[in-house]
């Protein structure tokens, strides 16, 4: 039998929440009774990187579960801090603030490729390590598919479409979006 926590931490930016994000967080609703979402790089400053703020990230993510679901994802907003041990220490600090004392806290991920590697920088929590998802689907291609003016609908959830058509028609998009088209291309991040 897999093993049950009574929390499981899913690590993100989700920019934007894709399919297969969702399907993580479903596996992870089916080995916990919470699933905490450690929702990266939550400083103020929107750019082609990361366009949506922390609080439209729970909005599109919650958007794709039913009431009952939602209520069992919680938030914690992690801001960029470029050392490990520092970064590490900061999700710790910010996941135990949710979680009551003496739970089973275990990590789910999937090890993609090198950005991967902070999975392994959390050895006291049991690790639920997932197989590739949904084609590997990356955030990258979509949000630059986005700043194209398309939604790639094929690997997005409903409440994602939604979203991103809404936030579309606003001028943060339109500046977002000129941002991208003159872009420097020898700075550029890949990551996800």
Do not use: C
Request: glycine letters at 4%.
């Amino acid at each position: 039998m897999t093993e049950q926590f009574d929390y499981l931490v899913f690590i993100g930016r989700f920019q934007p929440f894709h399919l297969a994000h969702m399907q993580t967080i479903q596996i992870a609703l089916q080995h916990s009774q919470q699933v905490i979402l450690a929702l990266g790089s939550t400083q103020a400053e929107r750019n082609i990187k990361n366009p949506f703020s922390a609080a439209e990230r729970e909005q599109m993510i919650l958007s794709n579960f039913p009431e009952t679901l939602q209520q069992r994802i919680k938030f914690v907003h992690v801001i960029d801090v470029y050392d490990d041990a520092k970064w590490v220490a900061l999700v710790k600090k910010l996941v135990n603030a949710v979680v009551k004392p003496d739970s089973h806290v275990g990590l789910i991920g999937h090890f993609k490729d090198d950005s991967s590697y902070y999975l392994q920088l959390f050895p006291e929590w049991n690790m639920l390590e997932l197989e590739s998802l949904r084609g590997s689907i990356s955030a990258t291609p979509l949000r630059e598919a986005f700043f194209r003016g398309e939604i790639v609908e094929a690997a997005l959830p409903l409440g994602t479409i939604q979203f991103l058509t809404a936030f579309a028609q606003t001028a943060l998009y339109r500046q977002l979006q000129y941002k991208y088209q003159h872009k420097d291309p020898s700075n550029l991040d890949a990551t996800t």
